[in-house]
């Protein structure tokens, strides 16, 4: 039912799309992954729903909540990242 409402979403997104329809997308996108069984389709949609919210965050007129989410997701994607570096030289190490 998730998935079906966002491909109607999908359809409907444009350049000019209203700020809510995009932040409607996005999130519902990042919801979607989050209950996705299958990681590769997870991380596809959540990247999916990030994109969406950094369209909308450029905007002039995007609000400050939209701005600050992006902001943290990609702290965290930076954190996850060091991460996984981290592992790899403890990996190498051993």
Do not use: F
Not at 19 to 48: K, M, W
Request: net charge negative.
């Amino acid at each position: 039912m998730l998935q079906s409402s966002i491909e109607e979403l999908e359809s409907c997104k444009k350049q000019d799309s209203p700020n809510d329809l995009l932040d409607i997308l996005g999130q519902s996108c990042i919801l979607l992954s989050t209950l996705e069984d299958d990681e590769d389709l997870a991380l596809e949609v959540y990247e999916r729903g990030i994109e969406v919210l950094k369209v909308l965050a450029k905007r002039e007129d995007a609000s400050d909540r939209i701005k600050r989410q992006i902001e943290m997701l990609q702290e965290d994607n930076e954190d996850d990242e060091d991460d996984e570096t981290s592992n790899k030289n403890d990996q190498t190490k051993q």
